[in-house]
Antibody, heavy 114, light 113 residues
Framework: QVQLVQSGAEVKKPGSSVKVSCKAS????????IIWVRQAPGQGLEWMGGIIPMFGKVNYAQKFQGRVTLTTDESTNTAYMELSSLRFEDTAVYYC???????WGQGTLVTVSS | EIVMTQTPLSLSVTPGQPASISCKSS???????????LYWFLQKPGQSPQLLIYEVSNRFSGVPDRFSGSGSGTDFTLKISRVEAEDVGIYYCMQSIQPPLFTFGPGTKVDIK
């Protein structure tokens, strides 16, 4: 059973960047598509992008193109999501998921505040 | 870009009664491999989403058999045969015909009368 553990909550200033990690145990991330999803307060799930390490394939939602970067580190079995040029409206809980949604991280709250 | 819609957006159900949620996609989710890549998730209050149904009608491990999925092409349905108190939350459909490119529906909030 794969478990995904995400990094802790972050408070960032507008214009800065945040990098959220997602460490897998009980399985290798390489074999699965890893997606990143965010949920603004009181809102629904929003797909940000996904990466398939085995094929080196990455897709980003058009809304986040140019601001989001997804990477993986196979040596530590960890996936990363970096979001730059943060705005107040980027305040949300950010989730990683793998195995076509079979496994989810616990979520990371990113608060953008001046 | 594939757009997912759900109806209704909210549902109030008496315990023990059935519930049904519809999900439509703007393009067929039938892949050339013969599989249809439509999934259902439930997000309970304060929790991460959890997978209920994969590839239209397959229950994920541990999901009670009161949950069932059906449909084809662009029209799909999630049914709960007898709603229980623990089923409250927001239900999302999701497509993944071109991984890792996914799209979620807007969600259907289910609560208990």
């Amino acid at each position: 059973q794969v478990q995904l553990v995400q990094s802790g909550a972050e408070v960032k200033k507008p214009g800065s960047s945040v990098k959220v990690s997602c460490k897998a145990s009980g399985g290798t991330l390489r074999n699965y598509a890893i997606i990143w999803v965010r949920q603004a307060p009181g809102q629904g799930l929003e797909w940000m992008g996904g990466i398939i390490p085995m094929f080196g394939k990455v897709n980003y939602a058009q809304k986040f193109q140019g601001r989001v970067t997804l990477t993986t580190d196979e040596s530590t079995n960890t996936a990363y999501m970096e979001l730059s040029s943060l705005r107040f409206e980027d305040t949300a809980v950010y989730y990683c998921a793998s195995g076509m949604g079979s496994y989810w991280g616990q979520g990371t709250l990113v608060t953008v505040s001046s | 870009e594939i757009v997912m819609t759900q109806t209704p957006l909210s549902l109030s159900v008496t315990p023990g009664q059935p519930a049904s949620i519809s999900c439509k996609s703007s393009q067929t989710l039938l892949h050339s491999d013969g599989k249809t890549y439509l999934y259902w998730f439930l997000q309970k209050p304060g929790q991460s989403p959890q997978l209920l149904i994969y590839e239209v009608s397959n229950r994920f491990s541990g999901v009670p058999d009161r949950f069932s999925g059906s449909g084809s092409g662009t029209d799909f349905t999630l049914k709960i045969s007898r709603v229980e108190a623990e089923d409250v939350g927001i239900y999302y459909c999701m497509q993944s015909i071109q991984p890792p490119l996914f799209t979620f529906g807007p969600g259907t909030k289910v609560d208990i009368k």
